[in-house]
Each structure stands twice: as C-alpha cells, then as structure tokens.
C-alpha cells in the first residue's frame, strides 16, 4: 500500500510561495510526519464559483491517477474557504516560468521533443481514461529537478469543467484563450479530446517562440482570430531552427477540423516524438546554474512589478479593459460571426498601424526609389497595386500565423489573495510591445495591404443599414491580452465591475457528453469602457464625457427615475415632472448629434492641418519629406482620416437610433398623458352628470 497523508493542516509547514494561477497559490511545504517536501496548492473556493461537494468528489477521483506523467494529488481538504490540495513538488517548476527566467525566445528543439513526448504520454493516458485535460499549455506542465515532466492542474480543475463552471469561470477570471481550439470557442460546435491535441499544438509553438500565438492581442481578438485565420504554425522561412518533421507534427496538431487531428495515440508515432531523447538527458540540462525555483518566482514577480510601474496605462484597468473585451466575446456566445468579423478588422491596435504605416511607408518609398531606378517590373510592386492580388490577400489573410513581430515582455497583474489580503502578481500579466524583430518588408507589406482592405471594408460597411448586433460600437481598444493567459482575477479591479452578477441570467449553450457550456448575458453595453464608446443606457442617456464629443455630463441622479406606466396612468402632475426630463433628454441628444455632424464635415480640413500635431496620424516615413513621396503620405493620412470619419458615422448612427427612440418613447408619452383626462375635464364632467 502507498503512503498516506494527512488531511489536517498543522501536519503541513508552508514554506515558499513557487507559484500562483487564476484560482490558487502554490507553496513548497513539508509534510511534518514523514518530513518530506510536498506542493499545497491552496484553491481558492471563493473565487471557484464551483459547489464543495463537487470539487471534493472530483479531486478524490483525481487522487486516483497513476501515471508518471500526470501530477497525482496525494490528498485534499478544505481549510477556511480554501481546498488544500496535496501533491509531489516540481522543484523546477512550470516550463512557462522556466521560459520567463531563462528562454524567452523558447527552448532548442531537442528540449521542446523531450518535453511534449512526456506531455502526450500523460494526454494519452487521460484520453484512454475517457478524462480531456482542457488546459494544456506551458504553465501546467511542471518539471522536476531530474529532469520528469508532469502535466498538472487536471485534478480540481476537471469537476468545474464537467458542470461548465470552468468555462464560465473563465469567462469571469482569466484572461485569453490562445490556446482553445476553435471548436471550444466556436458556438454551436460540439468538442471533445481533440480540444487537447489543438491546445498541445499551440504549446508546441509557446516552447518554440517563448509565446503562445497572438498572445499580445487583446482576448477578443485572439478568440476572433482562432475562430477566423487559417490555423498558425511554424513558419517554414521564419523557423528555420526547427526541423521539417517538428513542424510536420504542429501542423498535424493545428488543423481546425477536429476530426482531422489525430488522436494523442496516433500521434506518439510520429517521427518527431521517435526522435526524441530522454527527459533526463535533455530536460534536466535546462536547469544547470539556475537559482532555486521559489528564488525565480520571486525575481520574476520583482521583474514584473518593475515592468509593471513603467507602463502608462494602470495595469488594473488594461486587465479590464481587455477583459471587458473578452466578455463581450466569449460569454455572448450566440454572437453574429460576420458582425465580430466586422469588429475584428476595427482592432487594429494603434501602435500596430503605427508600425504598419510606417513599414509600408518606407516601403513604398524604397518602390519608388526602385522604379525610378529600375524599370525592370518587380513582383512586389505588382502585388501592392493589383486588385486581385488585393482580393487574393483578403482571402488568404490567414494563411500565415501573425506577426509575431514584436518581442514581448511580460507584465503583470496585480490581484489579490483572499486568504490573507496581501497584493499579488501573476507571472504573465499583459505583454508590452518590445524592439521590432527583423520581419521582411513583403510580409510587412502584405499586412498593411491586409489594413488597407480592412479600411475600406469598415468605410464600406459603416454605409450600410445598421442591424442590431449586440456588438455595436467600437472595438479598437489597444491593449493586450494578459500573457499566456495566467491571468489574475480582475473581478475588482480599476473599478469595473464583474458584469456576470446576476447568475440567473446563465443559459445552457450547449451539452455534449460529458460537458455543458454556459454563457451568461452580459450587458455587453455596460461593459465597454466609458473611454471608448458611447454608453447607452436603459435609463435614458444621461451623457458621459467623451473625447469626441466634448466635456458634458449630465447626472442621472438629477433625472428622475423612470415611471411604471400604471403611475403614469395615475399621476395628474405627470406631465410637470415628465415633460422637462424628456425635453432634456431630446435636447442634448440632437445637440450631441448636432456636434457629431459639425465634428464630421470640419473634421477633414481640421485634422490635415493638424495632422503633424494630434500624434495620432501616421509619422512621416523616414527620409520621405526630402524625397518627394509627399503624395503617398497624404493618401495614408486620408485613409487614417476615413477610418476616424467610419467610426464617427457608426457613432453618430447610434446616437441617430437613440434619438429616434427616445423620439418614440417620446410621443407615446404624450399619447397617454393625452388620453389622462384633465382636472379641469373631470370637473366638467361631473359638472354635467350633477
Ligand atoms: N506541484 C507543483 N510543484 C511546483 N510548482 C507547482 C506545482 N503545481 C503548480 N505549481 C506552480 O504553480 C503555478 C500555478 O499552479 P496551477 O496552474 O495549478 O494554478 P491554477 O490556479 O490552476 O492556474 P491556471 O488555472 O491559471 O492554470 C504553476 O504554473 C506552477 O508554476
């Protein structure tokens, strides 16, 4: 019989703090009987949303894996409003921190080989247990100091799944989700184990880069882009470190059908996991002179919180803002693809066009400086000018894994630990932009060709008749999904509320055998940030500064409250109270209107003449002033200008439909107030029957 461990917390000394995830602390601890060195992490149930007996009855199950691959958890029980669960220490921690620290462009192949074999060991064997994992990715697969290579956080995680909570926790707490296979993003398609082998591929890629793909994007974005692009992979050009059959085996892994991914059994025969040297001649290399693991963590935090007070924007409200984002797209799960598509193409982030525009200014700079010089056709320049190398990019779009050109620093997130009050950091807050990697100007190329079509869909699109999405209102926040998706819970941070609160609202999306999905209806309005787009209010539209729109704010708590329409009916006095709020309201709705029209038409000579100045149109290439591409600076800028004019006229659409109903709601008012018989006709009336 194996041994037994205690379930009572003074048998336990904590020690180091080695870890920390969306829900949980990891410690270094002795188990005092036996004086040996265990991991507790404590859960935290509060944050879990997931019913005790539940948890219990799942991690009891989770107990009874036995596989040298997969972490096993030796006991669990709850102390205070936290599960302690206990298992073997990973003295080297998770490849993620281990990439953080020591391997920020990724590990060598032969690691990555050695690693992900042991990964799809333990995937094969969960698979064969009829358990799927969901949560493959460099943060939960832990190594030990002799080079063994475990899979964790299976055990407590799996019961929420089961039920959907996990999902739905998600949704609440954590930041990205790079590494969901589309069909567990997607609504309205069934997963099953085959969710992993995507998330395995994506891990592939994070050992290989040092990052997950798109993981400097905004949530909302990756969710849309996982949903949209062509699957990524290893670049063939880009990756020339990597062998041909490594990335044979990503591409196997990353196909968007599902049915056409192989199982974790078929894969383990490829060539690639063949070739593959023992965990403890490869792994246990990437260790050597590293300082111990709760040594790392706590340099890490430091190195982050130094990250962290450099950057401009509050880390807190980032978080929400991305968050916010990621909300709108994953919980509103019967979301209109070609309407999020229509989003996806405003989300450029602003340092990104930045970037684009300048590469392709420069570009086009050194095109003319060829022509001039060159009159022997080059395929480049064919492929900017024609209309169907135009179409052709549109619809190759996603043929390639985006850019991973910038060089990403983490950040971190700030959160807090509930048990003991004290502030916190994850080891993957949001990434900040690095130094530009060396990218080739024609892939620079294709990715402002693919922003100019975006451009001018928007424009396009803004002109059509508007439907009601629930996405209305514009997207283009720039800021970064949380990296690698350890993100902290932001439910209280930078003073946006967690908008899942009433619990009511959950909807069943979805069963499939053992899973149900849940989405809850979030007042996606209430969730866009007050910075970004205008708020549109069950209340009326009391109005909020906006920097479009000036400085007015207008207090709701000085409006009176909407009536109920059985008062309405009552109320003699009503039109007193009623008639100024309404007259208010339309007011300043066609006065913002008003300021949004006068906003567009000067809006052109405005911002050319101040172009230079308001920072926000593209800088002028380099060296372009003296040499005369004056013209192609000029259409950039009035394309930057269209795009600015779009957003305007979706916005002033909005306001246009706000009007409009309150307009209504406006003369339907007066119809009933029409229909209150009058003092002064009661008194006829009686006057007459008398
Ligand atoms: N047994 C262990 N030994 C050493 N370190 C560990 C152990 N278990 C977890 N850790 C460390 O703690 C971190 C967080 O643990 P874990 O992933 O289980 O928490 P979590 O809250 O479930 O995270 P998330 O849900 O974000 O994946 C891991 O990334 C790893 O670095």
């Not at 196909?255 to 246990?284: C, G, M, W, Y």
């Not at 100045?613 to 259409?635: F, Y």
Request: glycine share 6%; net charge neutral; hydrophobic share 35%.
């Amino acid at each position: 019989m194996g041994k037994t461990y205690s379930a009572n917390p003074n048998d336990y000394r904590l020690l180091e703090e080695v870890g920390y995830g969306a829900s949980a602390t990891v410690y270094r601890a002795i188990y005092l009987p036996y004086n040996e060195v265990v991991a507790v992490k404590c859960l935290d149930l509060d944050r879990c949303h997931s019913n005790l007996d539940d948890i219990r009855r799942e991690a009891q199950t989770m107990s009874l894996i036995d596989h040298i691959n997969v972490i096993k958890s030796f006991c669990s029980f709850v102390v205070d409003r936290n599960l302690w669960v206990v298992m073997p220490f990973m003295a080297e921690g998770s490849c993620l921190h281990l990439m953080k620290i020591a391997y920020q462009e990724g590990f060598e192949e032969s690691a990555i080989g050695s690693i992900l074999k042991e990964t799809l060991k333990a995937l094969e064997y969960l698979h064969h247990h009829g358990h799927i994992h969901r949560d493959v990715k460099a943060g939960n697969i832990l190594m030990d100091s002799d080079g063994a290579v475990k899979l964790a956080d299976f055990g407590v995680s799996a019961c929420m799944f089961d039920r959907g909570d996990r999902q739905r926790s998600r949704n609440t707490f954590v930041g990205t989700p790079c590494w969901m296979a589309p069909e567990v993003l997607q609504p309205g398609t069934g997963y099953d184990f085959k969710a992993d082998i995507w998330s395995f591929g994506i891990t592939a890629l994070e050992l290989a880069h040092g990052h997950a793909p798109f993981s400097k994007y905004p949530p909302m974005k990756v969710l849309l882009m996982t949903i949209q692009n062509a699957p990524p992979g290893l670049d063939y050009d880009r990756d020339k470190r990597f062998s041909k059959s490594f990335k044979e085996m990503v591409a196997m892994c990353l196909v968007k059908d599902q049915t056409k991914r192989p199982t974790a059994e078929k894969l383990f025969k490829h060539s690639f996991f063949k070739n593959a040297k023992p965990p403890e001649l490869i792994v246990k290399k990437l260790f050597v002179d590293l300082p111990p693991l709760w040594k790392r963590v706590k340099d890490l935090q430091i190195k982050d919180a130094a990250q962290l007070a450099l950057k401009k924007l509050p880390s807190a409200e980032q978080e929400a803002i991305s968050q916010s984002e990621y909300q709108r797209g994953v919980s509103a799960w019967n979301f209109d693809v070609e309407d999020l598509k229509f989003q996806a193409s405003l989300l450029l982030d602003e340092d990104e066009i930045q970037e684009i525009q300048e590469e392709a200014n420069s570009i086009k700079y050194n095109m003319s400086q060829n022509i001039a010089s060159d009159t022997v056709p080059n395929p480049a320049i064919h492929n900017i000018g024609s209309e169907k190398a135009k179409t052709d990019m549109k619809k190759s779009n996603s043929k390639s894994e985006l850019p991973a050109s910038l060089v990403e620093n983490e950040g971190v997130q700030a959160k807090t630990k509930n048990q003991t009050g004290r502030a916190r950091q994850t080891q993957s807050g949001p990434l900040v932009p690095g130094s530009v990697l060396s990218n080739s100007q024609s892939e620079r190329a294709r990715k402002f060709e693919r922003h100019e079509i975006d451009n001018h869909l928007v424009a396009e699109k803004s002109q059509q008749v508007r439907r009601a999405p629930s996405f209305s209102g514009p997207l283009n926040l720039p800021n970064r999904a949380s990296a690698n998706s350890l993100s902290a819970p932001i439910k209280s941070s930078g003073g946006f509320k967690d908008t899942l609160e009433d619990k009511s609202k959950t909807n069943l999306v979805q069963i499939k055998g053992r899973f149900s999905v849940t989405s809850e209806n979030v007042d996606l309005v209430k969730d866009i940030p007050l910075s970004t787009v205008f708020r549109r209010s069950s209340q009326g539209s009391p109005l909020r500064k906006s920097a479009s729109v000036g400085n007015w704010i207008f207090d709701s708590k000085q409006m009176p409250q909407s009536l109920p329409p059985k008062e309405i009916g009552n109320t003699n006095g009503l039109s007193s109270v009623l008639m100024p709020h309404l007259q208010n309201l339309f007011q300043q709705t066609s006065i913002q209107l008003d300021l949004i029209v006068n906003l567009l038409s000067s809006l052109q000579t405005s911002e050319v003449e101040n172009a230079p100045q308001n920072g926000k149109l593209p800088p002028l290439p380099r060296g372009s002033d003296t040499n005369g591409s004056v013209e192609s600076i000029v259409s950039e800028r009035e394309r930057m200008l269209l795009t600015t004019i779009s957003e305007l006229q979706a916005r002033m659409n909005t306001l246009n439909d706000e009007l409009t109903s309150e307009k209504l709601k406006y003369m339907q008012l007066q119809q009933r107030l029409n229909a209150v018989p009058t003092r002064e006709e009661d008194e006829d009336r009686r006057g007459g029957d008398s």
